[in-house]
């Protein structure tokens, strides 16, 4: 089983580091982690991730994986990543995507008549792309399983694999990755947060950054 990561620059790493840390322990499974030229690729926390290969060493994907960021404005005008990314979901067992990630897959001509989900800053541009936001953290539509904002990328994980091969599979690497999580206060998400700190967080950071997203993708038509 080849799992297909695709790294842009400016990517989230938990977006990806996430679900690959799961998903790697999946038996047989081999992870393959891509760029569009093999070149390392800068995170949004200032790091880079070396990638395995290119696009043009790439085998086809029985999973691929498209993670977020801030780099997704970009990528989604990159002829490049968007037609890799097309090109290996017209094979692939499954196409999924964590957070802003879903947008290439939108660029891509995937999500069109699916439901979907994204980070929950970003969901109301997710019909620019044909889809319909489901609000879950993880939302399934065939072979396309689209997940929430970066730590979803986890349960997105757990989820995909027990499709794979299995809830003993899945709750097996859930133990041994010791994934119990017990965050010491609720409010990760808008519906369980104060009213106000939603307004802030989104006046201090998210509607301008959803107002470039959908600039980027009517851009990029």
Known sequence: ?????????NVTQLDFAGPV???????????????KDGNPVYTDCGFSIGPTGSFADCPQAEILCV????????AIADKAIVGFVRQQAASAQWVTSVCTGSFILGAAGLLQGK?????????????????????ARVVRDGNLVTAGGV???????????ALAQGEDVARTIQLALEYDPAPPFAGGHPSRSPAS????LKA?????????MEAAIRASG
């Open 115 to 135: 439901r979907a989900t994204c980070h929950w800053a970003y969901t109301h541009l997710l019909p620019l792309y044909g889809a319909t936001h489901e609000e």
């Open 1 to 9: 089983m080849n799992i297909i990561f695709v790294l842009f620059d």
């Open 151 to 161: 730590t979803s990328g986890i349960d997105f994980a757990l989820e995909l694999m």
């Open 197 to 200: 700190m939603v307004d802030a």
């Open 204 to 212: 201090r950071v998210y509607d301008k950054a959803a107002a470039d």
């Open 21 to 35: 840390q799961f998903l790697s322990r999946l038996p047989g499974a081999t992870t393959h982690v891509v760029t």
């Open 67 to 74: 993670p977020g960021g801030h780099g997704v404005r970009e």
